[in-house]
């Protein structure tokens, strides 16, 4: 029987030492989660499983990506034979929260998921108002708009829980489509085309920085090029100098803004910032690209980053942007133009109620399956587990029914 008994002790101390670890506290979060097993799972095994802390250095890693029974999805190596990729930080305010967003760059181009080939990706945090933002680009007919994926990420052995894979935003055949001209560049036959820039409200190295009007300045980011000769940099901030002047001008019969500045795609641009009701539309994250030719012009987007007030809509997001701290850069000035306002109905009247009216189904089809993940993700965060997936597909779809009702009343008109 003492035999017995001293059996049964060791027992009842491994099982407790079990549960205690099975319930450990993860870093930054409440008891660990688990995966959901509802969909994909990504894999991330960093180089001697070292912690992801800088935005500006990639580290070594290793991944696969499991489907887990999805049978649209193509598995990605195994954990018996992972495949390369390097992993680094993103964001700004999103990377101060406990559960971080992280950018990737595959070992080689690679389709993922049923997305183009590329070697470039972003984890981000889930939320409806990414679902419904990028839609609503496509749905718009912008020129090019990320695409993305749901996954479960499992980083170093860790559930960190549910992420939107995305397509990042760069120049090329699967991205933003345009000529692309080299660091460095001299030659003004090719300064004056492949540029990707991004209105922006954060200090950064490359950047420039021009007087928009007597209360506040206007802050380019060039990401390509990145490395700019002298020329570069004087044609762009001329450039920019010669739009921000034709946008201001005094004259709102003018039509000198629409030479540098292609009128469809910004109207386009602010439709879908009104119906997201998204404060920081003319703010930051908007980006404007420009090809190479006779007649290129700065094409508005892609789209990056959106959020939706979840208000009831009394008048244009950016005239409310000043209560809140945003400063809507140009489309103040914008609205005074009569073409400005012709070029946004005709846009409007192209895609409402007829496209625009898919975004709600999109929006079940995408946020819907994700019940399961979502509250794991809850759980595994310590955020509000009432929070469902259905709650958000449905505020968000309530929110955009009630601000396209708002916004086709009140298409902006000139006097």
Known sequence: MRNYALLLCCLVMVLSVSCTEDM?????????????????????????????????????????????????VEPLGSEAEPLPMQIRGRGHSSWKGPKKPYKIKLGKKTAVMGMPSNKHWALLKPSENTVAGLELGKLMGMAWTPDFRPVEVMLNGDYIGLYFLTETIRIGENRVDIYEQNDQETDPALIKGGWLVEVDNYRDECQIVIPENSRWNLTIRYHSPEDLSGAQLKWLTDEFKALNAAIYSADKTSAVWEEYLDAESIARFFILQEVMDNPDGFHGSFYLHKDLGD??????????????????????????????????????????????CSHVKTAWTSVYPGELSQIYARIDDIVLPLEQAWRNDCARWNDDQSQTARVRAE?????????????????????
């Open 24 to 72: 450990k506290e993860e870093p930054g979060g409440t008891p660990s989660a688990s995966l959901s097993n509802t969909i994909p799972v990504l894999y991330i095994e960093t180089e001697d499983r070292q912690p992801v802390t800088s935005k500006t250095e990639y580290i070594g890693a290793m991944y696969w990506l499991d489907p887990l029974g999805n049978e649209d």
């Open 295 to 340: 007649n290129a012009r700065w094409i508005a987007g892609p789209v990056w980053d959106l959020v939706c007030y979840n208000r009831v809509k009394t008048d244009y997001t950016f005239r409310m942007k000043v209560h809140y701290g945003f400063i809507p850069h140009w489309i103040g000035e914008l609205v005074q133009y009569d073409s400005f």
């Open 395 to 415: 505020r968000i779809k309530t929110a955009l029914k009630r601000n396209m009702e708002w916004f086709d009343a009140h298409l902006p008109v000139c006097k």
